[in-house]
């Protein structure tokens, strides 16, 4: 199967005019144009096909957002080739734009003092959409997302939650292929968050559409992603199914102990306490070096159990430690 988006050393270097500090330096500045190259993307490559589910992730200023500018067409790479369905993005912007959807966490599609069902409409005559089509989708979406309250108020009367899930739908009123998610659940309540969750899981394993997401909320990678890009310094440092990426940065795995009593001290080898709060004990250990059934064995047979509960360690530190490895957390 070809890729529906090809990068193959793409890079993009912004110019910067060089501040000078002081009266002098400020003066010189006026006549001269000292320029300094930033590189935000640095020989990117990858390839994703049609239907999958991707995570685009790395600290801030790892370039994520000036990547998915380029695939939406917004930049044109400065090194490298690009390829979304088979065209240059910025050169074939128009044709691609009725193929994607695109949601930026901070930015609005919407029209700020038009009613939303306005807006929606707006949206659909940009893309030709035809109107039985148009109304079918835009139903579905509103009863997915919760929208029903809101049609007749304008945009800049919506919570930011509300804001968000309009946001969603009207990106998708046209039925994209591929679906650009960057932070679309920043500042989001735990219920909006569920329901942009959902939505994008139907659409991506239901009709099969393409989904790149860059989020900090890992829980929406854990939700969403089948596999995980990960970059830093603008190039890329893994590419893999997450629990690949699990497996290679951070194997242990975590004992949760509910004790009839208050939570002992355990010594064994090639196990950590992580936490004691009252009568429960989180440890952290490696199956490798102490196989599951043997700790647990062990720790009933000395203590008396209420529960018990094993699991892996959270995304975000399996994320974190993986930018320690390679140098790559924020300065």
């Given at each position: 199967?070809?890729?529906i988006?090809?990068?193959?050393?793409?890079?993009?270097?912004?110019?910067?005019?060089?501040?000078?500090?002081?009266?002098?330096?400020?003066i010189?500045?006026?006549?001269?144009?000292?320029?300094?190259?930033?590189?935000?993307?640095?020989?990117?490559?990858?390839?994703?096909?049609?239907?999958?589910a991707?995570?685009?992730?790395?600290?801030?200023?790892?370039?994520?957002?000036?990547?998915?500018?380029?695939?939406?067409?917004?930049?044109?790479?400065?090194?490298?080739?690009l390829?979304?369905?088979?065209?240059?993005?910025h050169?074939?912007?128009?044709?691609?734009?009725?193929?994607?959807?695109?949601?930026?966490?901070?930015?609005?599609q919407?029209?700020?003092?038009?009613?939303?069902?306005?807006?929606?409409?707006?949206?659909?005559?940009?893309?030709?959409?035809?109107?039985?089509?148009?109304?079918?989708?835009?139903?579905?979406?509103?009863?997915?997302?919760?929208?029903?309250?809101?049609?007749?108020?304008?945009?800049?009367?919506?919570?930011?939650g509300?804001?968000?899930?309009?946001?969603?739908?009207?990106?998708l009123?046209?039925?994209?292929?591929?679906?650009?998610?960057?932070?679309?659940?920043?500042?989001?309540?735990?219920?909006?968050?569920?329901?942009?969750?959902?939505?994008?899981r139907?659409?991506?394993?239901?009709?099969?559409?393409?989904?790149l997401?860059?989020?900090?909320?890992?829980?929406?990678?854990e939700?969403?992603?089948?596999?995980?890009?990960?970059?830093?310094?603008?190039q890329?440092?893994?590419?893999?199914?997450?629990?690949?990426?699990?497996?290679?940065?951070?194997?242990?795995?975590?004992?949760?102990?509910?004790?009839?009593?208050?939570?002992?001290?355990?010594?064994?080898?090639?196990?950590?306490?992580?936490?004691?709060?009252?009568?429960?004990?989180?440890?952290?250990f490696d199956?490798?070096?102490?196989?599951?059934?043997?700790?647990?064995?062990?720790?009933?047979?000395?203590h008396?159990?209420?529960?018990i509960?094993?699991?892996?360690?959270?995304?975000?530190e399996?994320?974190?430690?993986f930018?320690?490895?390679?140098?790559?957390?924020?300065?």
């Amino acid at each position: 199967m070809s890729p529906i988006i090809s990068a193959s050393g793409v890079g993009k270097t912004f110019r910067q005019l060089k501040r000078q500090s002081g009266f002098g330096g400020a003066i010189r500045s006026l006549f001269s144009r000292d320029y300094a190259e930033i590189r935000a993307v640095d020989g990117i490559s990858f390839a994703i096909k049609p239907g999958e589910a991707v995570g685009y992730l790395g600290p801030n200023g790892a370039g994520k957002s000036t990547m998915i500018k380029m695939m939406t067409g917004i930049l044109t790479p400065s090194a490298g080739t690009l390829s979304v369905f088979g065209r240059e993005p910025h050169a074939n912007r128009m044709v691609n734009a009725r193929e994607i959807g695109v949601v930026f966490g901070q930015r609005s599609q919407l029209w700020w003092d038009l009613p939303v069902s306005e807006g929606f409409d707006l949206l659909a005559d940009i893309y030709r959409v035809e109107p039985a089509r148009y109304r079918a989708n835009r139903d579905e979406l509103v009863a997915l997302l919760r929208l029903e309250r809101v049609l007749d108020q304008p945009v800049r009367q919506l919570s930011l939650g509300q804001r968000m899930r309009a946001e969603i739908a009207a990106a998708l009123l046209h039925e994209p292929d591929i679906l650009f998610l960057d932070e679309p659940t920043i500042g989001l309540d735990a219920p909006s968050k569920l329901a942009v969750r959902e939505v994008v899981r139907r659409l991506n394993r239901e009709r099969g559409v393409t989904v790149l997401l860059t989020t900090h909320d890992m829980h929406d990678i854990e939700a969403l992603a089948q596999r995980v890009i990960v970059i830093g310094h603008g190039q890329v440092l893994a590419d893999s199914p997450f629990e690949a990426l699990r497996a290679n940065v951070l194997a242990e795995r975590r004992l949760v102990i509910d004790f009839a009593h208050d939570a002992p001290e355990i010594t064994m080898a090639g196990v950590e306490i992580r936490s004691r709060q009252g009568q429960t004990l989180e440890l952290a250990f490696d199956p490798a070096q102490t196989p599951t059934p043997n700790l647990i064995g062990a720790i009933a047979a000395a203590h008396e159990v209420v529960d018990i509960h094993v699991g892996e360690p959270a995304i975000e530190e399996v994320i974190a430690r993986f930018y320690d490895l390679h140098g790559a957390g924020e300065a």
